[in-house]
């Protein structure tokens, strides 16, 4: 098929997003992070399209309240708020669909088929194909321009009984039209997402995660590490600076702190805030040359390791 991936930084009209309340996953209740959906979908420009999945027909009415434009679908059995993960790959004319099988869910395989399988309703939204890829890969395992790809190396863990590393980029080669680049993952990352720590603001910036240096010695290693790989494909590397936290909630190490997991949407850059400290500011200063900065107080949301390039589908 002659086509590219679509990206979140290039023209896009619509927005998809599981709203958490009510939504529990592997006996995590995801309602606390409503709040920070409310404020990003208030954000969200009016003449966008947006999707919302919500868990009751109550639920709907009120997400329907936030933005005008707003297309609801009620699904009793949603279990999942990370869309990005487990949506697939949008390729304009179809949809990618990676298997859906992480090893953090290695004791909820069940629940993860679930959530596989009711993400497949976008394409059908879309009015587009979907096109599976036999490769075991959480989709917030890839950060693109839409030539190069950057994914961590879970991606061969994830597959090795069946395909080595050549077969592997070949597949993604084949299927996503892009040059995989590998970086390795974090020893101590359960996820081993690449959208943890890089994010394209265009075709030819990437920004990358910048730790203080009295962060664990561990992970300035480890950024230094993936810096050095993604400098020799990327001409111009911007470093966002970073305060992780490192507190726990339920097992999972929180986000709080962290702000390379935005969200851009055209020309428009959500990015997390937490504590308007000097650093978020010096962020934003830095991103409003890329476009228009929308900061989205995160906290609640960070509590569960994840942020709001984690909760998005674009299109």
């Not at 664990?216 to 993604?230: A, C, G, P, Q, S």
Request: glycine content about 4%.
């Amino acid at each position: 098929m002659d086509c590219k991936l679509k990206l979140d930084f290039e023209k896009t009209t619509s927005l998809f997003l599981a709203y958490p309340e009510g939504v529990i996953d592997c006996g995590i209740d995801y309602s606390p992070a409503s709040k920070v959906f409310d404020a990003l979908i208030k954000a969200i420009p009016r003449k966008t399209n947006l999707v919302v999945f919500v868990k009751s027909a109550e639920i709907s009415k009120k997400v329907n309240r936030l933005h005008r434009n707003t297309t609801t679908l009620v699904n009793s059995e949603l279990s999942s708020i990370w869309l990005r993960d487990s949506a697939g790959f949008n390729m304009g004319t179809h949809i990618v669909k990676p298997i859906f099988k992480p090893k953090y869910y290695r004791k909820h395989y069940e629940e993860a088929a679930l959530i596989d399988q009711s993400m497949k309703i976008i394409h059908a939204i879309l009015g587009i194909d979907m096109v599976k890829i036999p490769l075991i890969w959480d989709c917030g395992n890839l950060v693109t321009n839409g030539e190069i790809g950057f994914i961590t190396d879970q991606v061969l863990a994830g597959n090795k009984k069946n395909y080595d590393e050549t077969q592997v980029k070949e597949i993604i080669r084949s299927h996503l039209k892009i040059e995989p680049i590998l970086i390795p993952t974090h020893p101590d990352d359960i996820f081993g997402h690449s959208d943890a720590y890089l994010s394209f603001v265009n075709r030819s910036t990437l920004a990358i995660s910048k730790y203080p240096e009295d962060a664990n010695k561990k992970d300035l290693k480890y950024l230094e590490e993936v810096k050095e790989i993604v400098q020799k494909h990327v001409s111009n590397v911007i470093e966002i600076k970073e305060n992780p936290t490192y507190e726990e909630n339920n097992d999972v190490e929180s986000a709080k702190g962290l702000y390379v997991n935005m969200l851009s949407f055209g020309n428009l850059i959500f990015m997390p805030s937490f504590d308007n400290s000097d650093d978020e500011k010096y962020n934003i200063d830095l991103l409003s040359k890329y476009g228009k900065v929308y900061p989205i107080q995160c906290e609640e949301l960070a509590a569960f390791g994840g942020l709001l390039h984690c909760i998005s589908f674009t299109n």
